[in-house]
């Protein structure tokens, strides 16, 4: 309650569908998800930590959520799952974002202080970290599309402020977690699959414009212990712009999923992760890869089985031409609260009662841990 996002889902006329309320409460049933994963088969978890709750007012930092944050590792641990552990992830506490949050020149320095406190208070429990979930999301979303806050639209020179602030703290922060917790940083990107047709030429679109953003942290990935590599479809471009299936709008205010799209509008083409895989293999220089998101929007099932039944195939293909990819995190665990779009798109291997909080897992993430079980893929089904 004390974020920039809590804020914006509550801002009368913004673009939010509904506010996020108490979410999934893994705040509260994080012991229970835990153990759901780990009895499916998983043996990875990545999560989290929430700046607003551990740097409440600049420069007070709060003990008991640390401790908070250090049962959620230990139960990690004890578990068998390795913790995956993203030290921004879109929100910012409020006394930053209203003194400017990513579009200040003090940002880099204190990002950089929070994963110092952060990590001293908790490293000796993580398993890798990343400084920033999607840095290129953070200028698109906010100062491009204004479906993030600050909700600034159309403003390039914002977007460029952000990239370059973003940038330095992430080369900062991966310094510092390095420092205090010894363990491997580096940082995750949305990787567009960028498809150019019958003599298209690049343009700047927001989706091209944040895959230069995106080239700037491969870059510096060269200098990180593993790049996070996260895909859901391709981008197409002809002549006359951009290409695919044309998405609809139900009746409900979202789009309406067909046997060629998801809940998102995208086109099913788990296929592209392999061509990101590949580009992040290539850009940062050899720098191990982890695929930390890849999944689907939908409400069918046995979609989901298949569309990560061929992802999973895009990545044996990559390590069979000797890419390093240590690890395949499917988003998302559950049926979550999808930012602007509420929690409308149904991303989760489990249904999670808004209600009473019950989990209820899918067919589909019976499946999956079945495959991570074996570290294979079945040869039927």
């Known amino acids: 309650m004390n974020s920039d996002w809590w804020r914006w889902e509550h801002t009368e006329g913004g673009p939010c569908r509904e506010p996020s309320g108490d979410a999934c409460d893994f705040y509260h049933r994080y012991r229970e998800d835990l153990e759901l994963a780990a009895e499916l088969g998983f043996n990875a978890f990545r999560f989290g930590l929430e700046w607003a709750r551990i740097e409440p007012a600049e420069g007070e930092f709060s003990t008991a959520q640390l401790e908070h944050y250090r ?7 004890e578990l068998r799952l390795a913790p995956i552990v993203t030290f921004h992830h879109y929100s910012l506490p409020l006394w930053l974002a209203d003194q400017g949050g990513l579009d200040w020149n003090r940002f880099p320095k204190l990002f950089e202080r929070f994963c110092e406190r952060a990590s001293a208070a908790l490293g000796d429990l993580i398993g890798y970290a990343s400084t920033f979930n999607e840095p290129e999301g953070l200028g698109e979303g906010g100062y491009l ?5 600050p909700g600034h639209q159309g403003d390039l020179d914002g977007f460029w ?3 370059s602030w973003v940038l330095e703290a992430h080369r900062l ?12 940083a580096g940082v995750t990107l949305q990787l567009p699959d960028l498809q150019y047709e019958d003599g298209a030429k690049p343009g700047e679109t927001h989706v091209e414009l944040s895959a230069h953003v995106s080239d700037l942290f491969l870059e510096a990935a060269r200098e990180d212990d593993w790049i ?3 895909t859901y479809t391709r981008n197409r471009f002809g002549p ?3 290409r695919g299936p044309r998405a ?4 409900g205010g979202e789009f309406e999923e067909t046997r060629e799209t998801t809940q998102l509008g995208q086109e099913f083409y788990p296929q592209a992760l392999g061509a990101t895989i590949k580009r992040a293999w290539q850009s940062a220089g050899g720098t191990p890869i982890l695929v930390t998101e890849s999944g689907i929007a939908t409400s069918h099932d046995e979609k989901r089985i298949e569309y990560v039944k061929l992802a999973l195939r895009e990545v044996l293909a990559a390590l069979s031409e000797g890419i390093e990819v240590r690890s395949y995190l499917y988003w998302s665990l559950l049926d979550n609260f999808e930012w602007s779009l509420g929690y409308g798109p149904k991303f989760g291997l489990v249904e999670v009662d808004r209600e009473r909080f019950t989990r209820k897992p899918k067919p589909s993430a019976h499946w ?3 495959v991570a079980r074996a570290g294979a893929l079945p040869l039927r089904g």
Do not use: D, H, Y
């Open 145 to 149: 599309l204004g479906v993030n806050p």
């Open 71 to 77: 049962r959620v590792l230990a139960a990690c641990r």
């Open 248 to 251: 609809t709008w139900g009746s």
């Open 173 to 184: 922060g991966v310094a510092v977690i390095r420092r205090e917790a010894g363990v491997p």
């Open 161 to 163: 402020r952000v990239a």
């Open 240 to 242: 006359e712009g951009p």
């Open 228 to 230: 996070g590599v996260q």
């Open 368 to 370: 999956f841990g079945k």
